[in-house]
C-alpha cells in the first residue's frame, strides 16, 4: 500500500534497517517460518535529515523495500495488487534518461477557411489604396499544423452622430464626434486604423429616422475621408435596415464594402441582393447559435445566390464576463467544424469587440458591491476588458475585430500578430526570472 | 479517461443498485462517473475488500489524462491539472488555472505582509459566489537561504494559502522547505543543472515540483528521469517567453504539450503545465504596460493550457479580467444558463415596493438579484423567458416583448391591483423601446429604469416611489 509515499510492509517482526541489509543480500528463493502479521513501516527519506545522509539512506531503503516486496511475493501476499500494479521502488538516479518529444498534427483538419477580400482598389472597380484579405486558415489560430495566411485586422467604429459611451473612450472622439468623415480620418491616421466602420445608428425610426438617402450619403463622405476598406452597420433596426444597407450599398457600389448585417430576422435577400448588385460582401450576423449560424449561410448562398467569397459570419460578441463563454465555444465549435469539413461553416468571423464596454466592470467608476475589493481607477479597466474580450476570441478564430478604444486595437494589434508571427524583437533570457528585480 | 461509455464503467460496478451513492441504479451512477460529476469512492460498496480489484482497475481506467496534482493542505489546498479534453465543449475542463501571485526574499516585512493579505483578500463578485486568487509564490531574489526562509515563514504564518518556492538553488529550496515541510508547498524549479539535487527534494519533502525546461526533448528527459525515480507529482514549465518568436514558440509549446497528453495519450508528459505571465516584467519597466501585457500573457495560457500560473501585477485592472476569463474557460458548459422563469420576491416586498422587470439569462439575473438584494431594496422581480438571452439582445431579437411580459406575471398570478398599491412596472433601460407596447398590453404604468442595475440605487432615490400622475 502506498500512502503518502510511505511503504508498509508486513513482515513478522521488527527488524533493524541494518541487519536487513546483510539479511537479504542475497537471492531469496523461499522464506520458512515467517508469519505475516505485524506492520514495519519504511518511511523513504524523513523530511529534513542530512542531505548526505538520506541519500545513502535512501539507496538503502529502497533495497530494502524491493526485497521485502520479493518475500511478500513469494509468501503469496498480493504485492501488485496491493501497489495497483505499480511496483517500481523509487530509486536515484545520476543521469537523466534521454528523450525526444514529438507530437502528430491534427488530420482532421482538411478544409481550409474561405478566403475573402475586402475593399477594391482600382484595378478591382473601386477606390481604396489598399485591400484586407481575411480567412484561408488551415489550423485554429496561430497553430503550428499550418501557417496562417493572413493577420488579423482591426476596423475602428465610427458613428453618423454623437452617442454615449464611456468616458475612456468619449475622450478620444469629442473632437470629431460631429464628422462622420473627420472621425474616420482620425482613427485611420492616429490609431492604425485598418478599416472603419460607418455605423449609420441615426436611421433608426426611434432616434432621428434619417432616411437612407441621407445616409448613403454619409457612407460617401467615409470612402472619400479614408481610402481603407470599410463596414457599412445600419441602426440594427431590422425593419428600416434592409432600405438603408440598399442605399448606402449603391452609393458605395464597387467598393466590396461589408454590409452588417443579414440576419434570419430580418429581410436578409434584400441585404444579399444589394450586396450582389453592387459588388459588397455580406455579414451574415446570428445570435450564439451555431445552427442558426449554418442556416443563415445555408439561405446567404443556396436561396440568395450569394457566393462563398462574398460571405463574413459574425456569431455574436459577448463581453467578459457577459456570457463570452458562450460566444468563445460558439466561435471555437464553427472553427472547428469549418476546418473539419463543414463548407456551411468554414467562413471567416468578425466581433463586434465594442461589446466589452457594455461590461459594468469597463466603465463603473467603482463596484456596486460592498464586499468586491477595490475595482481601481476605470480609466485602465475599460481598455483591457475590450482587449481580452477580442484576444480570447482571436484565439477561438476570430479574424476581423470591431473595436473602440485606441489603447486596445494597440495591445490586441501587438499580441495578434506576434501569435502571428510578423513580430521580431530582441530575444529574452528567461532563465533566471526568478531573482529577477521588478 | 480511459473508458467513454456508462456500460464500460458498469461492468466494474458491484451492480447490485443499492442507491448508497444516491442514484437509483449502478447504471446510472456510472453515468455520472463518465461526465465527471461523481467520485467512484462516492460508491460505499465498492471500497469493500472483495472489490478491490476491480475497484484499483476502474480507478486507473477513470483517471484523467492529464495527471491531477494537489498543492498545499487543507481547505485552501488546490487541484490542478485532471483534464480529459482538448476543447471545454467536449465536456468541460476541471480545476481552474491556479493563480499564484509573487512575492519576494528582499521586501521589508511590513510590504510583504501587506501584499500577501492583497492576494489572500482579493475578492470580486459573480454569480452567486466570489472569484479569488489562490496562491503565493515566494521568489528568492536576496540569493540567501537563510533570508528566504524568513520571508517563507513570514508568508506561512500571515496566509493558509498554498505556497509556491521558487529558486533555482537545490540549498534555498530546502531552507524553505524546512519551514513548510508540512504544508505541502510546489517547489520550482528542477532544471537540466539542478535535478540531482532537486528531485532529492522532492523525494526527501514529498512535495510536488516544476520542472522547467523550454526545450521540448529536455522537459520530456526531465519527466521521465522524475517518473522512474517514483516522483510523480510534477508540474511542467516549458518557458513563457514575454515577446516577439520566443512568445509564439511558447505558446506552440502548451499546444504541443497538452495535444500529445490528451489526444495521442503520451503519459511521460500528461503533466499539468505552468505558465509565468510574470515575464512581461523582464521586458517593460512602465507599471501599467507591464501590468498590461502580463494579463494579455495570462489570457493566452489561461485560453490555451495553462494549468497554474505565476503572476506580479496586483492592480484590479490586471486581476479583474484574469480572474473573470479563468470563470469564463472554466464555466461548465453543461450547466444551465438560464433561472426558471416567474416573479420573485427580494427582500421582504410590501404593496410600495417596486416591481422590476429582467429576463431569465442566469448571468443578468443573477447580476440584478445581488445588485438589489446587496443594496437592500425589498422588491418583486420577475425573470421573463427570454430563452436565456440577455436584455440588450433579447429586444433586438425579439425574445423580450411585451406580450411576455404580461405571460410572465400571468403564469405567476401577480395581479397587480392586490399585490401593489402603484400599479407600475419597471423596465430595464435597456428594453426602453418596449414602454408603449408593455403599456399597451398590460394597462400598467411603465417606468424606465437604469441601463445597469448597479445604478438602481441611485435611479430609486430619484424616482421612487413613483409621483401620482
Known amino acids: 500500500m502506498i500512502n503518502n509515499g510511505k511503504w508498509d510492509v508486513i513482515m513478522a517482526k521488527k527488524i533493524k534497517l541494518s541487519e536487513l541489509g546483510s539479511l537479504f543480500g542475497g537471492e531469496i528463493q523461499a522464506l520458512e517460518g515467517v508469519k505475516i502479521e505485524g506492520d514495519v513501516e519504511i518511511d523513504l527519506g524523513q523530511p529534513g535529515m542530512n542531505p548526505q545522509m538520506a541519500y545513502a539512506l535512501g539507496h538503502e531503503t529502497t533495497q530494502i523495500a524491493l526485497h521485502l516486496m520479493n518475500i511478500s511475493r513469494i509468501l503469496g501476499y498480493p504485492v501488485d495488487q496491493m501497489l495497483g500494479g505499480q511496483a517500481a521502488a523509487p530509486k536515484r538516479l545520476t543521469k537523466l534518461i534521454e528523450s525526444r518529444f514529438s507530437v502528430g498534427k491534427v488530420e482532421e483538419w482538411k478544409t481550409p477557411i474561405q478566403q475573402v477580400i475586402l475593399g477594391a482598389t482600382s484595378s478591382d472597380g473601386g477606390t481604396r489604396k489598399s485591400t484586407v484579405t481575411l480567412g484561408g486558415e488551415s489550423a485554429l489560430p496561430y497553430y503550428f499544423d499550418a501557417p496562417m495566411p493572413h493577420r488579423n485586422y482591426i476596423t475602428m467604429d465610427v458613428f453618423d452622430m454623437p452617442i454615449n459611451m464611456a468616458k475612456a473612450v468619449k475622450s478620444n472622439y469629442e473632437d470629431v464626434m460631429n464628422s462622420p468623415a473627420e472621425w474616420a480620418k482620425k482613427v485611420v491616421r492616429d490609431f492604425g486604423a485598418d478599416m472603419v466602420t460607418i455605423h449609420l445608428i441615426s436611421t433608426d425610426p426611434n432616434i432621428k429616422d434619417t432616411s437612407p438617402a441621407e445616409a448613403a450619403k454619409t457612407v460617401e463622405e467615409v470612402l472619400q475621408a479614408v481610402d481603407v476598406p470599410i463596414v457599412i452597420g445600419g441602426s440594427g433596426n431590422p425593419e428600416k435596415d434592409p432600405a438603408v444597407l440598399e442605399k448606402a450599398a449603391e452609393a458605395a457600389e464597387g467598393e466590396r464594402c461589408l454590409l452588417a448585417s443579414a440576419s ?175 | 479517461m480511459k473508458l467513454n461509455s456508462p456500460l464500460q464503467v458498469y461492468k466494474y460496478l458491484p451492480q447490485i443498485n443499492c442507491a448508497e451513492c444516491g442514484d437509483a441504479t449502478c447504471m446510472a451512477f456510472a453515468a455520472h462517473l463518465i461526465d465527471r460529476s461523481k467520485k467512484l469512492d462516492d460508491c460505499p460498496p465498492i471500497l469493500k475488500d472483495e472489490y478491490k480489484k476491480k475497484y484499483v482497475e476502474l480507478l486507473s ?42 512575492v519576494w526574499d528582499t521586501m521589508p516585512e511590513p510590504e510583504l505582509v501587506e501584499r500577501v493579505n492583497k492576494i489572500a483578500n482579493f475578492r470580486k463578485f459573480y454569480v452567486g459566489k466570489f472569484l479569488k486568487v489562490d496562491m503565493v509564490a515566494v521568489r528568492c531574489v536576496s540569493g540567501d537561504a537563510i533570508k528566504f526562509a524568513g520571508a517563507v515563514k513570514k508568508v506561512s504564518e500571515t496566509t493558509k494559502l498554498p505556497l509556491i518556492l521558487c529558486s533555482f538553488d537545490p540549498a534555498v529550496l530546502k531552507a524553505g522547505l524546512e519551514t513548510v515541510r508540512d504544508k505541502n508547498p510546489l517547489i520550482y524549479a528542477a532544471t537540466e543543472k539542478n535535478w540531482g539535487e532537486v528531485s532529492e527534494l522532492a523525494l526527501n519533502y514529498k512535495v510536488p515540483v516544476v520542472l522547467f525546461s523550454p526545450d521540448l526533448d529536455k522537459l520530456k528527459s526531465l519527466a521521465l528521469t522524475f517518473k522512474e525515480m517514483g516522483i510523480k507529482d510534477l508540474v511542467l514549465d516549458p518557458g513563457t517567453y514575454p515577446q516577439g518568436k520566443q512568445l509564439k514558440e511558447s505558446f506552440e509549446r502548451f499546444i504541443k504539450l497538452r495535444r500529445a497528453g490528451i489526444k495521442e495519450g503520451q503519459k511521460d508528459i500528461a503533466y499539468p503545465i505552468m505558465s509565468v505571465p510574470l515575464n512581461a516584467w523582464l521586458v517593460y519597466k512602465d507599471a501599467v504596460t507591464a501590468s498590461y501585457w502580463e494579463t494579455v500573457l495570462a489570457s493566452v495560457f489561461t485560453v490555451r493550457y495553462g494549468d497554474i500560473m505565476i503572476l506580479h501585477s496586483l492592480e484590479p485592472y490586471a486581476m479583474l479580467p484574469e480572474v473573470h476569463l479563468r470563470d469564463t474557460i472554466y464555466t461548465d458548459p453543461r450547466t444551465p444558463v438560464k433561472v426558471a422563469p416567474g416573479v420573485n420576491e427580494v427582500g421582504s416586498p410590501t404593496k410600495d415596493s417596486p416591481v422590476i422587470v429582467t429576463t431569465n439569462f442566469a448571468l443578468t439575473y443573477y447580476t440584478v438579484e445581488s445588485d438589489l438584494s446587496s443594496n437592500k431594496i425589498n422588491c418583486y422581480l420577475a425573470a421573463v423567458d427570454s430563452d436565456g438571452i440577455g436584455v440588450e439582445a433579447a429586444v433586438a431579437g425579439g425574445q423580450l416583448t411585451a406580450a411576455k411580459i404580461k405571460d410572465t406575471f400571468q403564469k405567476a398570478n401577480f395581479e397587480f391591483k392586490e399585490k401593489t398599491s402603484h400599479n407600475t412596472l419597471i423596465l430595464p433601460g435597456l428594453a426602453a423601446r418596449l414602454q408603449g407596447d408593455v403599456e399597451d398590453v398590460t394597462g400598467l404604468r411603465v417606468m424606465i429604469g437604469p441601463p445597469d442595475s448597479g445604478r438602481i440605487p441611485g435611479w430609486m432615490e430619484k424616482n421612487w416611489p413613483p409621483k401620482p400622475k
Open chain 1, 264 to 438: 434570419l430576422n430580418l429581410d436578409y435577400a434584400r441585404i444579399a441582393e444589394a450586396a450582389k448588385k453592387y459588388n459588397h460582401v455580406v455579414l451574415s450576423w446570428t445570435q450564439l447559435e451555431i445552427n442558426a449560424q449554418k442556416e443563415l449561410n445555408r439561405k446567404l448562398m443556396k436561396q440568395c445566390g450569394v457566393a462563398r467569397e462574398n460571405i463574413l459570419m459574425d456569431p455574436t460578441t459577448a463581453a467578459l464576463g457577459y456570457g463570452l463563454d458562450y460566444a468563445y465555444t460558439n466561435m471555437e465549435r464553427i472553427r472547428l467544424a469549418g476546418l473539419s469539413g463543414d463548407t456551411e461553416l468554414n467562413f471567416p468571423m468578425s466581433s463586434g469587440t465594442t461589446n466589452a464596454w457594455g461590461a459594468r466592470e469597463a466603465w463603473m467608476t467603482s463596484s456596486p458591491l460592498k464586499d468586491d475589493s477595490d475595482w481601481g481607477p476605470r480609466e485602465y479597466r475599460g481598455p483591457i476588458w475590450e482587449i481580452v474580450t477580442g484576444l480570447t476570441l482571436s484565439l477561438a478564430g476570430n479574424d476581423l475585430f470591431m473595436m473602440m478604444h485606441p489603447t486596445a486595437v494597440q495591445v490586441l494589434k501587438e499580441i495578434t500578430q506576434t501569435l502571428y508571427g510578423s513580430k521580431e524583437t530582441e530575444p529574452v533570457n528567461i532563465d533566471n526570472w526568478v531573482s529577477a528585480v521588478i
Open chain 2, 61 to 102: 481506467l477513470l483517471a484523467p489524462e492529464i495527471r491531477e496534482i494537489t498543492i498545499g493542505t487543507g481547505e485552501h489546498a488546490r487541484k490542478i491539472g485532471g483534464d480529459d479534453v482538448l476543447y471545454r465543449h467536449q465536456l468541460t475542463f476541471f480545476d481552474p488555472t491556479a493563480f499564484a501571485y509573487d
